[in-house]
């Protein structure tokens, strides 16, 4: 059975950091592309951040300078190390790693950013 859990997440002030983690298991993660995704109520889900089987990565605007995306293969484990966190940087993020056709996703870890 394919899981993908997400932790991390929590309450953090503007300015602050959060690092996220999602540990996959039941699928062979060295080869698969791995994403983070988040989604605010109401909204579609907001591609954030993609990392490659062969390392490479790919950030959205809103978060170039500010998020890294990092993988461990050995742990089958991507990170998401959040620096400068900003007010509209609050939603849940969710893991997803995806090969061909098959996809999976995580249950998500809810970031919230307020004074």
């Known amino acids: 059975q394919v899981q993908l859990v997400e932790s991390g997440g929590g309450l953090v002030q503007p300015g602050g950091s959060l690092r996220l983690s999602c540990a996959a298991s039941g699928i062979a993660f060295t080869y698969y592309d791995m994403r983070w995704y988040r989604q605010t109520p109401g909204q579609e889900r907001e591609l954030v951040a993609e990392?490659?089987?062969?390392?490479?990565?790919d950030y959205a605007d809103s978060v170039k300078g500010r998020f890294t995306i990092s993988r461990g293969n050995a742990k089958k484990t991507v990170w998401l190390q959040m620096n400068s966190l900003k007010p509209e940087d609050t939603a849940v993020y969710y893991c997803h790693a995806y090969r061909y056709a098959a996809n999976y996703w995580g249950q998500g870890t809810q970031v919230t950013v307020s004074s």
């Open positions: 990392i490659t089987s062969g390392g490479s990565t």
